[in-house]
């Protein structure tokens, strides 16, 4: 008979202390989501408040997604982010531009090109999977070029049937505070 010392037999206890692992990056500066638009092709923006409570049970799914995007995010394909509008210690980056909370912005290459008004959830997986299905020429990935087109195609076509409303204003004033992205 083998037994255990005293540590080992507590070795698989996890820690109560360690935090979970996240899949989603909390907007903390201005300087911090403008690296994140110039080195993600889309930037996926939870706006959420702490005494929303529908943001809260959002908040959760959130992170969900972005786990099931996890390989995306490693090739630098999409990130998911969330800025609080009511946190003491930054000021929120979409405080301005939002009528309700939750709500979703979505930004390709840089620029924003869809929001999604009060935490519409389903929608917001819809799109993107729509969004992110990959083109593919036999085995040959399209050219970077080709993929942007693909995208700008498909987002078109979520207008044209009404899945997204494409708001020129809000997004005009959006990416004209995000100096700095192409």
Partial sequence: MSFQTYEESYAVI???????????????????????????????????????????HIGPLFENLAKSYKEFTEKNEIVFTKDCIDDDYYESIHYGNVKAVPTFFIYLNGKVVANIIGGDFEKLKFVLSYILQHDYDGENRFSLHERKKSFESKLEKLYENGTLEKNNKLFSDINSSNIGVC
């Fill in 14 to 56: 996890p820690d109560e202390h360690d935090e979970p692992i996240k899949y989603s990056i909390g907007l903390d500066s201005h300087e911090n989501f403008q690296q994140l638009l110039e080195n993600y092709k889309i930037v996926v923006v939870d706006v959420w408040a702490t005494f929303c409570s529908p943001c809260h």
